[in-house]
């Protein structure tokens, strides 16, 4: 998810004289203020990388129409590439992540590739769910990139006084009591409305930043400088090593500004 959020700029500029997204299901609610978004799976696509396998004539006449594909799917994916090819679908294909080393933000990285200014801030339209609370979700994809569950747990008991906590986490997170979202969509307007959000180097704290909520965001393995979340409202990075009584502060501090703005 959060690489998705940080391709969005791209997206945009590449869709200013109309087009469609493909992507994965899961992430068509983010995306589709910009285009119509089609999800992959079960599009046939995935059938173009199988020897052998019978591509669907519709799909190949579909994927033909179009003026040109911009390609971050295939771009590991040699058979698909040569798939595309025989039949002469135009296609671009680019690195779906930055390598090591890159020294520019991610979404910088997608907005060169797809040839506009970098600075660019992924903004996703949502209706935010009315609430004064601090949002912690206290996951990643990784588990290397997570701050240590207890430490959230103190953050949220520190900043218990001040403001109400609400804990998020996906469907198959263990944790009591989080709000669980089936649709990307629930998720993006919930933490809209929250005074702060508070969580890892992960796809939640992009989407919190991509619909205006402050957010802070505790980094471990990865470089801040590339993936910390990129949004309109304030975005603090702190380090693992720094204290549960440090986070609470810098979150009251973004949230309650928010709360009184």
């Given at each position: 998810?959060?690489?998705?959020?940080?391709?969005?700029?791209?997206?945009?500029?590449?869709?200013?004289?109309g087009?469609?997204?493909?992507?994965?299901?899961?992430?068509?609610?983010?995306?589709?203020?910009?285009?119509?978004?089609?999800?992959?799976?079960?599009?046939?696509?995935?059938?173009?990388?199988?020897?052998?396998?019978?591509?669907?004539?519709?799909?190949?006449?579909?994927?033909?129409?179009?003026?040109?594909?911009?390609?971050w799917?295939?771009?590991?994916?040699?058979?698909?590439?040569?798939?595309?090819?025989?039949?002469?679908?135009?296609?671009?294909?680019?690195?779906?992540?930055?390598?090591?080393?890159?020294?520019?933000?991610?979404?910088?990285?997608?907005?060169?590739?797809?040839?506009?200014?970098?600075?660019?801030?992924?903004?996703?339209?949502?209706t935010?769910?009315?609430?004064?609370?601090a949002?912690?979700?206290?996951?990643?994809?990784?588990?290397?990139?997570?701050?240590p569950?207890?430490?959230?747990?103190?953050?949220?008991?520190?900043?218990?006084?001040?403001?109400?906590?609400?804990?998020?986490a996906?469907?198959?997170?263990?944790?009591?009591?989080?709000?669980?979202?089936?649709?990307?969509?629930?998720?993006?307007?919930?933490?809209?409305?929250?005074?702060?959000?508070?969580?890892?180097?992960?796809?939640?704290?992009?989407?919190?930043?991509?619909?205006?909520?402050?957010?802070?965001?505790?980094?471990?393995?990865?470089?801040?400088?590339?993936?910390?979340?990129?949004?309109?409202?304030?975005?603090?990075?702190?380090?693992?090593?720094?204290?549960?009584?440090?986070?609470?502060?810098?979150?009251?501090?973004?949230?309650?500004?928010?709360?009184?703005?």
């Amino acid at each position: 998810m959060g690489d998705f959020i940080v391709w969005l700029p791209a997206a945009e500029h590449l869709l200013e004289g109309g087009g469609e997204i493909w992507c994965a299901g899961s992430n068509r609610d983010l995306a589709a203020h910009l285009a119509p978004a089609r999800a992959i799976e079960g599009s046939g696509l995935d059938l173009l990388e199988l020897p052998g396998a019978a591509v669907p004539e519709p799909l190949l006449a579909r994927l033909k129409s179009f003026g040109e594909i911009v390609s971050w799917y295939g771009t590991a994916r040699a058979e698909f590439r040569d798939a595309l090819a025989r039949p002469g679908v135009p296609a671009r294909f680019f690195p779906a992540l930055p390598g090591g080393g890159c020294p520019v933000h991610a979404a910088d990285f997608y907005l060169d590739q797809a040839g506009a200014a970098p600075g660019a801030v992924p903004r996703i339209p949502v209706t935010p769910v009315d609430g004064s609370y601090a949002v912690i979700h206290p996951f990643s994809g990784s588990p290397r990139k997570n701050w240590p569950l207890e430490n959230f747990h103190e953050t949220a008991r520190l900043l218990a006084a001040r403001i109400d906590v609400k804990w998020c986490a996906g469907p198959d997170e263990p944790l009591d009591g989080a709000h669980r979202f089936p649709r990307l969509a629930g998720l993006a307007s919930f933490l809209a409305g929250a005074a702060v959000h508070i969580g890892n180097d992960s796809g939640p704290s992009h989407l919190a930043a991509a619909v205006g909520a402050p957010v802070i965001a505790m980094f471990g393995p990865t470089d801040p400088l590339v993936w910390a979340p990129r949004g309109r409202a304030p975005v603090i990075t702190l380090p693992f090593d720094a204290s549960p009584a440090a986070v609470a502060e810098a979150a009251l501090r973004v949230g309650i500004r928010r709360q009184s703005g």
